[in-house]
Structures are given as C-alpha cells and as structure tokens.
C-alpha cells in the first residue's frame, strides 16, 4: 500500500473525530482510496450506482469529483495552450478545473427505458449500461443499505467479468453485493436514515482523499 500523505491523514483524522464510530471503516475505505489511485493514474473512472437514496448519493458523489471539491484544480498547461485561439479558448482556460472522472448510472431516461421496456430480464438496466461503459482500468461501486439491490448487484457482476475493481457501500450486514464486491465497506446504523447518514461521510471522505492525492493545494 502506497504511504499516506499528511494530508490524506488529516483527511482521516477529521473523520475519526466526526465520526468515532466509522473506525471500523477505515481499511475498507482506504483500500477502495487504493482503487481509485490505481484508477485515475491508469486513465480510468469511477462508476458509481444506487437506488432512491442510494441514487441520490451517486450523483452527490460525482458532483465532488468531476469538478473542485475542497482543493484548487488547476488544468494541465497543454490544455491551456491548445484553447488559445478559440471561442471562449482565455476564459475556458482561467476558470475550468481538472476533473476525476465519474459517472453515475441511470440517469439517462432513454436508455432506462428502452431497457425496461425491450429486456425480459427485470432489474438489467445498470448491468446493461455498466457492459457498454466498463474497461478494465476502472472502478465500479454499488451503493444499497442492505446490499442486496438486484440491479446493483448484475452490474457489480458485468464490471467484474470486465476486470474492473469492484466495491460495495452497504449496510452493517454487506448482503450479496459485499460477498461479491474486491472490497467492501459496510457502515454501521440500525436503519436506512443511519446507514445514509454514514454513507455520506464516507463517501465525502472518499472524495477528499482522492482530491488531496492529486491536487494536495487547499481553495483559498
């Protein structure tokens, strides 16, 4: 395992003083960090889905990581010579930030329900949109309180038989899709609402972490 930056372990230490209860979380959290590091470096992205709630936390998810979360990103010079001359090419240039790429599932209404609509198989549509998607470079993660979300759990099944890095954010009890996923991290709470409300945290860890490992200069 690559050593952690001070950075990355303020990173930690905050959460821990936040949240003492997701202690045991900690090295399934940072070997999904591991996962992603290995991701990004070799040009991959993250695939990241849910259900109601579940979903929702998908999309926060990649809010944080395809633009500045808590760091400065600034673009790579390249990028800024090549839109020199045009339209928009100085502005572009001043205000874009680097993105770590990501992408939740199942937000394309079309493909949502073409699937459901032309599939006999329930449950297919995030297993379809994963095989069309998937390298093996990156990382899929299913998100479900109890783990035990079908259409998660054939799309955690798709990225692995593509040699995609799987991981799961569920529950205390894992269900399938942590029996399954290369790692699992399983959150403690008695109740969905709970269990969220640590997701939340974790995945806000999560994001930091690999923010601070590439771009370690905090916004001003």
Do not use: W
Not at 9 to 27: A, H, N, S, V, Y
Not at 96 to 119: F, M, Y
Not at 129 to 156: H, Q, R, W, Y
Request: with cysteine; charged share 20%; glycine share 10%.
């Amino acid at each position: 395992m690559t050593q952690r930056t001070s950075i990355e372990e303020e990173i930690l230490t905050g959460m821990r003083k936040r949240r003492p209860d997701l202690e045991q979380c900690i090295p399934s959290l940072l070997a999904l960090h591991q996962a992603l590091v290995r991701c990004y470096d070799a040009g991959g992205k993250l695939l990241v889905c849910g259900n109601g709630g579940s979903h929702a936390d998908s999309l926060h998810i990649v809010g944080e990581l395809c633009k500045s979360f808590e760091r400065k990103r600034p673009i790579p010079e390249q990028m800024t010579g090549q839109l020199k001359g045009l339209p928009f090419g100085e502005d572009l240039a001043q205000h874009l930030e680097a993105g770590l790429a990501a992408i939740a599932l199942g937000i394309s209404g079309p493909l949502k329900t073409a699937v459901e609509n032309d599939s006999p198989l329930r449950d297919i549509g995030f297993a379809q949109e994963t095989f069309a998607l998937i390298k093996p470079e990156d990382v899929f993660m299913g998100i479900s309180t109890s783990g035990n979300a079908a259409n998660c759990t054939m799309a955690m099944s798709v990225a692995k038989a593509s040699g995609a890095a799987t991981a799961s954010l569920t529950g205390p009890k894992g269900g399938k899709m942590a029996a399954l996923a290369d790692i699992a991290v399983k959150a403690p709470g008695d109740s969905v609402k709970v269990i969220q409300e640590a997701h939340l945290t974790l995945y806000h860890t999560m994001c930091a972490l690999i923010e601070a490992h590439y771009f370690p200069e905090m916004r001003t």
